[in-house]
Nanobody
Framework: QAQLVESGGGLVQAGDSLRLSCTGS????????MGWFRQAPGKEREFVAA????????IYAEFVKGRFTISRDNAESTQYLQMNSLKPEDTAVYYC????????????????WGQGTQVTVSS
């Protein structure tokens, strides 16, 4: 059974950094694009970043450009989200997604989802 498991969330102060990890199992994810989304309380899930299977194409939401970096290690079936200069408005549950044919901002493009990891940024 295909599964994605996120880790690395936590409580930090504004300006701090966190690195999220997402490890896949149960199938080969290396041939799919992967991404990160987030959902704040009372808001819809929104796109954060996505990366192609090779890592050669990456897209970001405007609000994270220059602060977040997505990467992946296919040998480890893992993708990462390095988050720097965190802001209180980055507080959300962060979800890992996989299964898209290409990096996409659209939730419907992804077939597999993790359960999420909480990121809380205090001011």
């Amino acid at each position: 059974q295909a599964q994605l498991v996120e880790s690395g969330g936590g409580l930090v102060q504004a300006g701090d950094s966190l690195r999220l990890s997402c490890t896949g199992s149960g199938r080969t994810f290396s041939s799919y694009a992967m991404g990160w989304f987030r959902q704040a309380p009372g808001k819809e899930r929104e796109f954060v970043a996505a990366i192609s299977w090779s890592g050669g194409r990456i897209i970001y939401a405007e609000f994270v450009k220059g602060r977040f970096t997505i990467s992946r290690d296919n040998a480890e079936s893992t993708q990462y989200l390095q988050m720097n200069s965190l802001k209180p408005e980055d507080t959300a549950v962060y979800y890992c997604a996989a299964g898209a044919r290409a990096p996409s901002r659209w939730i419907g493009e992804y077939d597999y989802w993790g359960q999420g990891t909480q990121v809380t940024v205090s001011s």
